[in-house]
């Protein structure tokens, strides 16, 4: 036994990039390891924005040795008459490297065959590791390659050095015109450029020698302790999570916090402002005191120690350089006619054949206006076609211009500083809103509206251009797009079917009558398979409850997330089995026929008879439970009729031989699978009992 | 330290490292890369160390010598390493040693900075270096130029000058900066930049311009049919500063960018490949 250790030292790899590559570092290893029979006790995998390293314990230095056969030609074709080889069978021993004499006779299924038993396996580790490694390396993708070396070895950031032992042992390795060799690279600005290692004891003392903190969970840990420090110390509050942790934890090999302060002045700034300058662009977070106000102080991560305070006293010169900039473009385009901006948005390319900015919002007040008569808002439609014309002005402020990621609250500021009413201005100000599904429910419905009219134009147009989204891959934020728009739709509970919406917004781009029913279809099922997901991931619904309530094609968002909830209940309840086997049993019969004509007066027997009465009794109380959203109680009342489609099953043939009542019984089946349906396809529940797994 | 002290020792340090110390160009140009001493020498196999000081324009960036950070001219020190040494980063890191800064005290980072220049058809891969929080150079490795794939790549140092400057002197304003011998930066930019920016944004003859582009490109045309691919450059880098002022006057629309960047882009991609026909059969060196 033995263990592996990898380390890979890369140049200043992206640090949203970082965690990515280790995942895939270990996956293909440890695929590549299953497929070279090689056994371990486990996998060790940690990164910096300078080193990937991974750790495979308790390897054994041979793969286990298995006897096996190699089938050759059939005995009849092997021998010829006489019982001496053919050409086939000497042609086979060539091949394989053995002699007419290692050759037996072997008992198939198919006959009798001339072969050869081998021992196989029984490889050496170290071998198979050794051309492992390459095989990984060359497997990894990135979001972004360059070259630079002779290799032309496309790479996220120049490798730089590869470090294996096997055991303590070194393992010779080429990768991208870089061999394996015994040292690692030390800190970049407070150790040596390479440290030797010769043993795992060598590399795990010299990382700590060269200060290195090797596991991101103990650089995370530095980092909030000492940021809870200047908490205590300032008695304030410095919220630090989700992108700039992870940003400090990976572009850091010794995370040091440090803190500064700012002239109190320019706290005068809308807080918007201070926020998104300290962290997008300085990578600084705001301080706030207990009441939650802004504080003249900001906080950071080094990747040094800062005895010296010139890390901070060096960051509050900047931050200061920053809000005086920030200060002149308030000032500055304050002194504009926001509105007027509207017309110098022809000058501003939305995307290449999309048009321009001023296209959009044109675009944007059509389908706002629909959504406005879909969800009968009536009230806000005169602010809201202000909203949607003037919500991209700001594009062209000098303040959006330098940091787009201010685009939206921008406009919103500067029309509140310009007194506009606040239905306009707070709309503008949260329509780039929901950036995430975890996020907080929008504050303001007017922002949700104009929020799904840009972002359905938007999906809109990149799908008439053919973009398609992968797993990986969604350079335009489509599949983003289409989460917030489930999301504002659940939140606000809106009664909005959006296919509709889709239409309209689809027809904006069709080139043709063919190519607009594809792109319908295509942003269909974009937007039903995110509600899948929202269902199962944010919601943790069951997938068979998730699937239960998709098989209904319609695109009432909020039907079916409240639809979900109910089908969650009814398991929970119990209720699921009874209803699932009653629909299974339906669609079992109903299934294969054609949609039939039902009439009263066709019906013969008792049973039919009074199945029909109860259901014409129970059907317009169960829609009007349907129309309500009141979906469990439609489910539940419909079960109360199971004794009676119970007696009716064991009663009536329902394939009777008589053409004519057959096709009226199972007309009257249909109708009962329908207003199930109208719920739920309960047939596809799979677990019907409470509990089970999403 | 003083900016030129700045300029002279990084001309000591790349000298002593085996470049060439070249001028910067004396057309104008929006960043050290558009000289011709980096544009055509990143192409083709041989080797090329060179470090040059280049003034470079950037019309929309001026402020009428009322901003402490921002102006339409300021400076680079160029470096240009051909083929990318083992030792890139380690070099830069030296450098700032030789110029002061105690590197064990100040945070030096590598911030994921990607670079590209649409109408060159050229871009790299690679970092902005920041100096506790300051922006004080561009490190790239050079993937492509005029549409032309770089082989051997070549490594590209962008210092700014003043920035460089502002850190060592612990000065907040670039204007109280000692140029040298206790002649300050505004001595000798504030009013360059003063009138500039009144020119570039307000009195640019718009007109003049667009017809001086025409012309510009139609010389550049004319001389690459005669496989003058130097001066044709020249007339590129002029199409490119008469479209930066314009851009400036915000005299330039959706469309009329679009068209112009791609006849600047066309006219990069056949001066490259000119240049590269044209010394392929050299031997290397």
Redesign the interface.
């Known amino acids: 036994m033995a263990d592996l250790l990898l380390e890979l030292g890369v140049?200043?790899i992206?640090?949203?990039a970082v965690a990515g590559i280790r995942d895939q570092l270990r996956e293909l290893l440890l695929a590549r390891l299953a497929q070279d029979h090689v056994a371990h006790g486990g996998i060790e995998c940690a990164a910096t924005n300078r080193r990937l390293m991974v750790h495979v314990l308790q390897v054994p230095e041979r793969t286990p040795s298995k006897e096996e056969t190699i089938l050759g030609p059939a005995k009849r074709i092997a021998l010829d008459e006489r019982g001496l080889p053919t050409v086939a069978l000497k042609k086979f021993c060539e091949f394989q490297g053995v002699k007419l004499t290692d050759v037996v006779e072997i008992e198939t299924p198919k006959g009798s065959y001339l072969g050869i038993t081998k021992v196989g396996g029984g490889r050496d580790a170290a071998e198979l590791l050794a051309a492992a490694i390459p095989a990984v390396l060359a497997a990894l993708t990135f979001p972004?390659t360059?070259?630079?070396?002779?290799s032309?070895v496309p790479f996220i950031?120049?490798l730089?050095n590869i470090l294996v032992l096997f055991g303590n042992k070194p393992l010779d390795v080429s990768f991208a015109g870089v061999r394996s060799g015994n040292r690692s690279p030390g800190h970049?600005?407070?150790s040596d450029?390479f440290f030797e290692v010769n043993s795992f004891k060598d590399y795990f003392e010299g990382l700590g020698r060269n200060f290195i903190i090797l596991h991101e969970e103990e650089r995370k840990a530095k980092i909030l302790a000492e940021i809870h420090e200047v908490e205590e110390e300032l008695e304030c509050r410095i919220p630090c999570d989700g992108e700039m942790l992870d940003y400090y934890v990976f572009?850091t090999e010794y995370p040091v916090v440090f803190s500064g302060s700012f002239d109190a002045k320019y706290l005068a700034l809308p807080t918007e402002i201070i926020t998104a300058f300290m962290t997008h662009e300085?990578?600084?977070l705001p301080v706030y005191d207990g009441a939650g106000k802004l504080t003249p102080h900001f906080v950071?991560v080094?990747?040094?120690p800062?005895?010296?305070r010139?890390?901070s006293?060096?960051?509050e010169?900047?931050?200061?350089?920053a809000f005086?900039?920030a200060q002149?473009f308030w000032d500055q385009d304050r002194k504009e006619d926001f509105f007027a901006l509207k017309a110098l948005l022809?000058?501003?390319?939305f995307q290449?054949e999309l048009g321009?900015y001023y296209e959009k919002v044109e675009r944007l007040a059509a389908l706002v206006d629909f959504v406005i008569n879909e969800t009968h808002q009536d009230a806000l439609r005169s602010q809201l076609h202000k909203a949607a014309f003037h919500c991209k002005n700001d594009l062209l402020t000098k303040m959006v211009r330098e940091f787009p990621s201010l685009q939206g609250i921008m406009g919103g500021l500067y029309l509140h500083a310009a007194g506009e009413d606040p239905l306009v201005w707070k709309s503008i100000y949260g329509h780039y809103k929901p950036r995430s599904l975890a996020e907080e429910k929008l504050e303001d419905l007017g922002a949700g509206i104009l929020s799904i009219a840009d972002r359905m134009d938007s999906i809109a147009g990149f799908v008439s251009k053919g973009i398609k989204i992968s797993s990986s891959k969604d350079p335009y934020g489509i599949r983003r797009d289409a989460n917030a728009i489930i999301k504002i739709i659940i939140d606000f509970r809106l009664p909005l079917d959006l296919a509709p919406l889709i239409r309209l917004a689809a027809l904006n781009f069709a080139k043709n009558d063919a190519d607009l029913q594809q792109n319908c279809k295509t942003i269909r099922e974009l937007l039903a398979s995110r509600l899948e997901n929202y269902l199962k991931d944010h919601m943790k619904h069951r997938y068979d409850v998730v699937n239960a309530v998709m098989a209904q094609d319609t695109m009432a968002i909020h039907d079916k997330y409240l639809k979900a909830q109910a089908v969650a209940r009814l398991v929970e309840s119990g209720m699921a089995e009874p209803l699932s086997a009653l629909h299974k049993r339906l669609k079992n019969i109903c299934s294969g026929s054609e949609r039939c004509n039902f009439s009263e007066g066709e019906l013969k027997e008792k049973e039919e008879k009074i199945l029909s009465d109860v259901f014409k009794e129970s059907k317009p109380r169960i829609d009007g439970l349907i129309l309500r959203k009141d979906f469990a109680q439609a489910s539940s009342e419909i079960l109360e009729m199971r004794p009676i489609i119970d007696a009716f099953f064991e009663k009536i043939h329902v394939m009777d031989k008589n053409a004519a009542l057959r096709r009226n019984r199972i007309a009257l089946l249909q109708r009962l699978d329908e207003l199930l349906s109208a719920v739920a396809d309960f047939s596809l529940l799979v677990e019907t009992k409470p509990g089970g797994k999403t | 330290m003083s900016v030129q002290n700045v300029i002279l020792k990084l001309q000591e340090f790349w000298a002593e490292r085996g470049c060439i110390i070249a001028s910067g160009y004396d057309i104008e140009v929006g960043a050290g890369t558009m000289s011709p001493d980096t544009f055509f020498r990143v192409l083709g196999r041989k080797p090329w160390q060179v470090a040059y000081w280049q003034p470079s324009r950037r019309p929309d960036d001026g402020r009428y010598g009322q901003n402490p950070n921002r102006v339409q001219k300021h400076n680079q020190f160029q470096v240009i390493l051909k083929p990318v040494p083992g030792d890139g980063q380690l070099l830069f890191l030296d450098s700032l040693i030789y110029l002061g800064v105690d590197i064990r005290i100040h945070d030096i980072r590598f911030d994921d900075d990607n670079w590209a220049s649409p109408s060159l058809g050229a871009w790299g891969v690679g970092w902005q270096v920041m100096c506790d929080g300051l922006e004080i150079a561009q490190f790239t490795y050079f993937q492509q130029a005029g549409g032309i794939e770089l082989n051997p790549n070549a490594l590209e140092i962008t210092y700014g000058i003043e920035r460089l400057a502002g850190f060592l002197d612990g000065k907040s304003s670039l204007y109280d900066l000692d140029w040298g011998n206790r002649v300050s930066y505004a001595q000798l930019k504030l009013e360059e930049e003063r009138q500039f920016s009144i020119y570039n944004f307000e009195l640019a003859d718009i007109d003049m311009l667009r017809g001086l582009f025409q012309q510009y490109q139609k010389e550049a045309e004319k001389l690459l049919d005669r496989s003058l691919y130097l001066p044709a450059y020249d007339y590129v880098l002029k199409c490119s500063h008469a479209f930066n002022i314009l851009d400036a006057r915000k005299a330039i629309s959706v469309a009329e960018r679009t068209a112009l960047m791609g006849i600047m882009r066309n006219l990069a991609a056949r001066i490259a490949q000119k240049y590269v026909q044209q010394t392929e059969g050299e031997d290397h060196g």
Do not use: Y
């Not at chain 1, 360059?146 to 002779?150: H, I, S």
């Not at chain 1, 022809?346 to 390319?349: L, Q, R, S, W």
């Open positions: 140049e200043e992206p640090a949203f972004k360059m070259v630079w070396n002779e032309r950031r120049p730089k970049l600005l407070l450029a572009s300085k990578k600084l950071g080094a990747n040094i800062d005895e010296n010139k890390v006293s060096g960051n010169k900047v931050v200061q350089a005086e900039d002149f022809k000058n501003v390319m290449k321009t």
